[in-house]
C-alpha cells in the first residue's frame, strides 16, 4: 500500500503563494487517483482537491476553485497543490490522501492511505 508523505507547507502572508508536494513511500503512485484535504481546529476533515489516473480530470472545492491547482508528475511519482491567492479560511493542515483506483474522488472514504498532514499558516 502507498504511502504518501507531504511537504511544503509553512507560513505565508495573506494573498500570498504555497506549493506543497506529495511523494509516496515504499512504491509509487502509479495507476493511483490522489487527492488533497484539510483541517482546521475543531473542523471536520474537508475536501480540496482530486486528480484521477493519470491526470485527465481534476476536481476542485468551490471555496478554492480559480486559486488552487492540483497537479501529478508522472515521471517523478509526485502530486502537487499549488495555492494561489490564500485567504484567512485556508490555514489547515493539508493531507495527502492515494485512492486504489484511478477514478478521482471528493469523498475522503474513499481514500485508502493518509499522509501525517503539513500544516499551512496564513498570516495578515
Known amino acids: 500500500q502507498v504511502q504518501p508523505v507531504e511537504s511544503g507547507g509553512g507560513l505565508v502572508q495573506l494573498g500570498g503563494s504555497l506549493k506543497l508536494s506529495c511523494a509516496p513511500s515504499?512504491?509509487?503512485?502509479?495507476?493511483?487517483?490522489m487527492g488533497w484535504f484539510r483541517q482546521a481546529p475543531g473542523e471536520e476533515r474537508e475536501f480540496v482537491a482530486a486528480?484521477?489516473?493519470?491526470?485527465?480530470?481534476?476536481y476542485y472545492a468551490d471555496s478554492v476553485k480559480g486559486r488552487f491547482t492540483i497537479s501529478r508528475d508522472n515521471a517523478k511519482s509526485t502530486v502537487s497543490l499549488q495555492m494561489n491567492s490564500l485567504k484567512p479560511e485556508d490555514p489547515a493542515v493539508y493531507y495527502c490522501?492515494?485512492?486504489?483506483?484511478?477514478?478521482?474522488?471528493?469523498?475522503?472514504?474513499?481514500?485508502?492511505?493518509w499522509g501525517q498532514g503539513t500544516q499551512v499558516t496564513v498570516s495578515s
Open positions: 486528480i484521477s489516473w493519470p491526470g485527465g480530470t481534476t
Open positions: 490522501a492515494a485512492r486504489r483506483s484511478s477514478l478521482a474522488s471528493t469523498n475522503p472514504r474513499s481514500y485508502d492511505s
Open positions: 515504499g512504491r509509487t503512485f502509479s495507476g493511483v487517483a
